[in-house]
């Protein structure tokens, strides 16, 4: 079974500068988040959808930060304009249903320069 | 603030030797627990998952013990090996909120 794919595995980017990151979760899972993890942290729950519609997005800074899951599949986050505090690993997960194990992607490492 | 700790950042121990790592969480209402590991590099692997109707689960080399009544879990690797050198996360959910919330981690370190 094929894990949850990211793209791309690491981006340097200026600040003010926008950037997207794309996520593929195993097939057949409803549940997609989107976490970000600062380096010696441990993840932090940005956004998650159930198929195509958004289930908890409260910690997503809403001025910069979107992100999309138009056909309840593939998901892009985006940041736009990035700043310096962005730079981390931000990471996709998926889960069969909402209350599950999680399964992660090896992550996005974002720099903000 | 975080509602998922840890009590220690770094634990050493010998290869072939038992390790603890403990978990305190701080949200009551949280119904299902999962410990994950990470290593450089990669994102978190699930290891193993514990509801809160039970005290106790094993896997292969692992245990995962839940303790309500102080809001503690621990994870018990038996006969540690250097592959199981990384960092390990507890994580809860449920409670009213579906995605997980993580404490920092605990970073194992097998000495040969």
């Known amino acids: 079974e094929a894990g949850v794919a990211q793209s791309p595995r690491y981006k340097i980017i200026e600040k003010r500068q926008s950037v997207a990151f794309w996520c593929n979760p195993i097939s057949g899972h409803a549940t997609l988040y989107w976490y970000q993890q600062i380096l010696g942290q441990g993840p932090k729950l940005l956004i998650q959808?159930?198929?195509?519609?958004?289930?908890?997005d409260s910690q997503l800074p809403k001025d910069r930060f979107s992100a999309e899951r138009l056909k309840g599949v593939d998901s892009t986050l985006k940041i736009q304009p990035a700043k310096l505090e962005d730079s981390a690993v931000y990471l996709c997960a998926s889960s069969f249903r909402r209350g599950t194990e999680a399964f992660f992607g090896q992550g996005t490492r974002l720099t903000v320069v | 603030g975080e509602s998922v700790g840890l009590h220690l950042p770094t634990l050493s121990v010998q290869e072939g030797d038992n390790s603890i790592i403990n978990c305190a969480y701080s949200?009551?209402?949280?119904?299902?627990f999962i410990w994950y590991k990470q290593e450089s590099g990669k994102g978190p692997q699930f290891i193993i998952d514990?509801?809160?109707?039970?005290d106790k689960r094993q896997g292969q080399r692992v245990t995962v013990l839940l303790n309500k009544t102080v809001k503690h879990l621990s994870l018990q690797i038996a006969a540690t090996q250097p592959g199981d050198s990384a960092v390990y996360f507890c994580a809860e959910g449920g409670g009213g909120a579906d995605g997980l919330t993580f404490g920092k981690g605990t970073h194992l370190i097998i000495q040969p």
């Open positions: 949200n009551s209402a949280s119904d299902y």
């Open positions: 959808f159930q198929n195509n519609g958004v289930v908890d």
């Open positions: 514990i509801r809160s109707n039970m």
